[in-house]
């Protein structure tokens, strides 16, 4: 049996709801509290200056209660082995998992979560490189990973920082909706849930539900694009 | 002596301005006409249905008086060898960049233009992919090309639909200016041409000048990125 606790945020921020994770407070706070969690690893490789970025994230958590250490001040295997839960930040994604790979931690993250249960949450890239591959990040490829694989913890692909149609738009560039089409012109290509900014994927095992304060819009290939509103249950795109 | 002639546009079509490439026609008729060309090659590739994008492309180019011919017709590396002018359309840069890589293109190309003087015109992806390479562009990575490496008819990178900061955003994602300027984070970036949609650059051996209807924004790395107008000479650039 698949046991597996994700929380993956589109964004780490929702305009109007304060600052960092602030949005997603709740939801976070319970995964971590529901497993008894003291500390999170933090993993900021999505970003270039770790200990910046360690300094931005710890202060939520420590508000919340939970002490946060980051991978890149300890042995990287080591903290993933010992990890209570981690916590993977946006930037991004194709540095993030350029580095998972080069550490040799997406095989390690994958078993811990997959087969030992130990609570991930991710936003933004951390959300991307959570799902299937990171075909649909919106990130630009300033480096170059070995593969887009990743850690595979969900079955498909994620769009985080999904954006509707804009209407009345004089830009000639794609639309979102254009480039998650694009992808699925390929024979091999994914289902994809673009998350907005403030949607969030929740899922327990086998079971997984849109939460947080706006939905997201699903895209399984052949069929109908469709909106996804929060509270609804997308278990199926697990099997 | 490097012999080259490029137009490269940011996109195909601008708000405003009618149909695929009209803004752009004088500067395209020209270069054709200058080196008294007859028939265009069209290069397809960053769009899966070869056959529509050809009915889309010709349009235009008959209207100006000119054949065009698509490579996926014909046996591709002849077609290189053959060819009085290239033209290579928009789409997805990374289906493009991959499938020049499979027919063995990007250094036939490469030889054609930088040492026979064959007229290179790009649009969006077809300009991404005529530059040192393809780390700055919009699209996803909806397929994996065995290198980010890229025709290198210029020594610098180019975002093509190049998109200001936009006032008064409730989104939280990054802007276009964040994203470059990450990619600039890294050891071994170029220089970033941003284009704004109805900017083109033209570039005439070793002088490269800004022509269009809009202009572009600068990223030199270390340095303050800079406006470039219309008319601008940026040839020192390509030094």
Same mark, same amino acid.
């Given at each position: 049996?698949?046991?597996? /606790? ?7 921020? @929702?305009?109007?709801? #304060? #600052? ?6 709740? !939801? ?5 509290? !529901? *497993? ?12 270039? *200056? ?67 249960? @130990?609570?991930?949450? #991710?936003?933004?890239? #951390?959300?991307? @490189? ?7 990040? *919106? ?30 738009? =004089? ?10 089409? !694009?992808? /699925? ?14 949607? =969030?994927?929740?899922?327990?095992? *086998? ?22 509103? @929060?509270?609804? !249950?997308?278990?199926?795109?697990? /099997?």
């Amino acid at each position: 049996m698949v046991k597996r /606790q994700l929380l993956l945020l589109s964004s780490s921020r @929702v305009h109007g709801y #304060g #600052g960092f994770l602030e949005y997603a407070s709740n !939801d976070i706070c319970n995964i971590l509290t !529901d *497993n008894n969690v003291s500390t999170v690893l933090f993993i900021p490789y999505a970003k270039r *200056n770790h200990e910046e970025y360690l300094r931005l994230a710890e202060k939520p958590f420590k508000k919340w209660g939970f002490h946060i250490a980051s991978i890149h001040t300890q042995d990287p295997q080591k903290a993933i082995q010992e990890a209570e839960a981690i916590f993977i930040g946006g930037g991004n994604t194709f540095r993030l998992l350029k580095t998972l790979y080069e550490l040799d931690l997406v095989k390690a993250i994958n078993k811990r979560v997959l087969e030992e249960g @130990v609570p991930y949450i #991710g936003s933004s890239a #951390g959300s991307n @490189v959570a799902t299937r591959s990171i075909h649909t990040t *919106n990130d630009m490829p300033i480096v170059w990973p070995p593969s887009l694989s990743a850690l595979n913890l969900v079955p498909f692909c994620i769009n985080p920082h999904f954006q509707d149609n804009p209407e009345n738009s =004089t830009h000639m560039g794609e639309t979102r909706e254009d480039r998650i089409l !694009d992808y /699925q012109e390929e024979p091999d290509s994914s289902t994809v849930l673009g998350l907005r900014e403030g949607a =969030t994927l929740y899922v327990k095992d *086998n079971q997984a539900v849109i939460k947080g304060i706006h939905g997201g819009r699903l895209y399984i290939r052949g069929a109908e694009p469709k909106e996804i509103k @929060v509270g609804s !249950d997308i278990s199926y795109l697990l /099997q």
